[in-house]
């Protein structure tokens, strides 16, 4: 059985579709916020499920845990995100938004919503609601396979 092109292959598609995307919202966090994807991801994060450990963090945002703990670091430099002491761990920290990171927080979802209706602008709604149907479907089935791993 012959295989298809590399570039035909879902998994080779959507690692371009992410690069491309990353670059190009990369550069629009930069010009518009003036902070890096990977900062505006944490903060994203942090501003909508606060408060967060590092781990949950790095869940929330899709990094591992030292991506996690930089980026946050950074945002702590900048005076956007505080860092506390847990409670329940006495060598965990706990990350909340400062007001100033609340409000680039806003102008991150802004952005993240503009981004995904210029991105997306070139489907229908039908079409969207079917791909983010497909999407979350392969989400759930790959995580309920990862999840089986565990066990």
């Known amino acids: 059985m012959t295989q298809p092109a590399l570039e035909r292959f879902l998994t080779y598609r959507l690692h371009v579709l992410n690069k491309i995307t990353d670059r190009d919202t990369n550069r629009a ?8 994807l990977g900062e505006a991801r944490c903060l994203a994060a942090i501003g909508r499920y606060a408060p967060l450990s590092v781990n949950d963090l790095a869940r929330a945002a899709n990094l591992n845990k030292g991506q996690a703990s930089r980026s946050a670091q950074a945002l702590v430099d900048r005076g956007l995100v505080e ?4 409670e329940s761990d006495g060598r965990g920290v706990v990350l909340a ?4 990171g609340m409000a680039q927080y806003q102008r991150i979802i802004d952005l993240i919503a503009r981004r995904n209706d210029e991105i997306f602008s070139c489907l229908n709604a039908d079409e969207q609601q079917a ?9 759930g089935h790959l995580q309920a396979a990862e999840g089986n791993e565990e066990d």
């Open 29 to 36: 966090y930069l010009a518009e916020c003036g902070i890096p």
């Open 83 to 86: 860092k506390t002491h847990s």
């Open 97 to 100: 938004p400062t007001q100033a």
């Open 131 to 139: 791909l983010g149907g497909l999407l979350d479907r392969l989400i």
